[in-house]
């Protein structure tokens, strides 16, 4: 018999016969355990229809692995081994904090999240799936932020796919553009079953995560969600509970996976920090991966200081500033700071989804600059009402060909990220993470933002020779302005979005 | 004999001849009454050279008036009698505070400020005064700022066309742009008498204050200013005094006089707040027209509910945000807010002179909608070194273009001046500062700033119908868009820089 082989952080699947009788969701176990020389590590399967029960693993290791599968869902004990070997092509692991305010892969690839955010893409036709996965790739994104849920918003009022329970919704053809607001997750006409998953909803959205794994994208999942009017967003404890293993079951095996427990938490009415804090609970209990976890606020911060917490998830709190306050927030909270939501570009009629790609990328290096990490979003309005914030598609604004561009120049910092360095008031200057290799190589990134300066002076002191690069940050350029020593001056075009790039020659 | 008649509000200017043995500026004294039906003033006069004493008077009613004029400067008192008929023309008199956060003329006409920034415009060549005048006039400001002392700043090396005292200056070729920064008030060289004035200065100075009246413009004349490298910034009291005295006694009584007691008062570092305390006593006590007071930050705002404080004359405290803050420093300081630096159009390196036409207007935007009154300045590098911040000249910009427009506006809206109604949270939305108005005209002007939605939605109520228009602030158009009752909705074009006015139909 050929023995199975799989990739160090690939998934070990096993799908095996099992009962159905009374309710598979909820009266039976299946648990895992697997051993290899450096982990040994228990995981519960699940149930995924069709008389199939399924239980994954990823090893953290390579070598050689045993594993036994039991519970209640069959008679016998099934037991087997495999072998692990190493990792290859774009497999680096799934992405934990790196140090105490950037992110690497397992394997200590550094990585720089450069984000969008599509919450339902996955509900939309096969053909626009495959749409949104060539928009990803071309713009370079490497993580994107979605719901496990269906979304009712503005913008958003047909039916999903799939429902995560089985039963039937309201009837929807009484909605319209402006009552939907009346209609929430304690809407009549509701026929979910709370106990009774339905498979086929996270089969499907298990494809979409192996397919964004397949383009080096990590999947920010989005558990819980306010935007609701089907009833999952106010479930009692054991549904919560029911729904969020299943989760946990379903999806830790997936090195790509992130957790965000909530977007918009506090608009969660029903739910408490209580909850919030159970939820958590349920994580660090049945993830044994310790993918990612955050929690997306509205407008107050959820205590970004939990232990549990990886990075902050930030949406501003503010019309005005907004990336700006990376800083402040990287030494309140003492944790990466991802900028989930900066407003998007776009020209709809709220005031998050209708600023310039100009704007938005102003964001981002305000943002990238001062070592955090924003996200994009993208809401134009259009006949066919496909808005890439929620349905994915075709991305039709100007900023998203600028990211590709930030990450390079991320890459390039010595080390492995930035950190904000108070110097004058009217930069901003970002220098490398590492204050040795900051002291040691010179590297300095000015940002001039909005303004425009047709040159600026520098003086970082007598002796070290400097070569300075002059970074369009729009028009995507950087330009040798020359060695220099002492006291000395950059000509610059006098226009926005300028940043000056210094390293020791 | 003929009867003298004047204006109210014009100036009654007595010339006499007089001692002049000693020193004139601190030997003797004069003084006039001026007597009127509704008034009984004292002044003092000055010594204005070559003899000659003068003593000027502002009558603020019409009729008859009579004065004598005593002192040690001449042996004899002098006595005679004028009339005062009504003003004419744009002659309004005094700007006054009205009501709590607005102006007015003293005849009660509404005065809405415009106000743009050339710190040393007078002391230029007479043509580039006269494009100056052209210049002002052609964007219809409304207020300039500007300084009584010379100004020793980047771009700003040369010598003035004179000094206020006698003397002469230290040997300024030893300046360039990278050792200027070395040289303050205390630099050596300087041979100035601290007890003798200069009166070419002050009545070149004053020619200059006419022809800004002559044009409707208030002359907001900065006393102080810590750009120095003569010694004028750090004259021991009885300097400051003999200073201060005279400047009050020579512009007092011409009508157009707004009285900035600093610029960036917290630059001189040699002057307390009990300093301040004093000459704002000085101009409390000599000045008997009661021009407004102000008091300009660069950091840390001077206590702007000090009762000698009429308006706050606000410098922006940080990169992001400026005249977004108006409402609070309303609110904080229960007084008319005049933004006079948010950052000057141009392209120099200085982050307060680079930013676009665009943003600056925006800036006035923001700032007016919350009914507050931002300022312009513009700092463009150009081949002659003439900046509009400090020289005058020509405008290059984009932004003057577009300040009477914003005047119109203000101009239309229902009473006297707007103010901020917390409402949406993408928006900016501004009333009448009359509350009954407010409510029995239905005006609200909306704001959408750098923000670009293709459309909003309104519904003040069910029942009133509103004319709504749409206002272009950058393309300066206000395009109707129709009545309306209910929820409705206007299109807009998804550009930054909208508003949307409504009002009762």
Redesign the interface.
Known sequence: MEQTVIERWGVLELSLPGKTEGNPFTDYTILGRFEGRHEDVMVSGFYDGGGIWKIRFMPSWPGEYRYTVFGSFSDRETSGAFRVREASGRNHGPVRTAGQFHFAYADGTPFYPMGTTCYVWTQQPDERIEETLRSLKEARFNKIRFCILPKHYDYNLGEPRTYPFEGAPMDSSVLTK?NFWNYDGKSEGNRFDLTRLNPSHFQHLEKCILSLQSLGIEADLIVMHPYDRWGFSCMPREADNLYWNYVIARFSAFRNVWWSLANEYDLLKDKTAEDWEHYAQLLLQNDPYGHLRSIHNCVPFYDHTRPWITHCSIQRQE???GA?LTNEWREQFGKPVVLDEIAYEG??????G???GE?LIRRFWEGAVRGGYPGHGETF?NKEGILWWSHGGKLRGESWKRIGFLLDVLRDVPGHGLKYLPA????VCGIPEDTELARKTGYRLYYYS????????FHQNDDTLYRAEIIDTWNMTITDAGVHRG?FRVELP?R?YMAVRLIRA
């Open positions: 402006d019309l005005y500033r700006e020209d709809i009629q709220h005031g998050w209708n600023i310039t704007e309005l004058e008031w009217d930069s909005f303004m425009r300066p047709s040159f600026r002076e006291r006098a926005p």
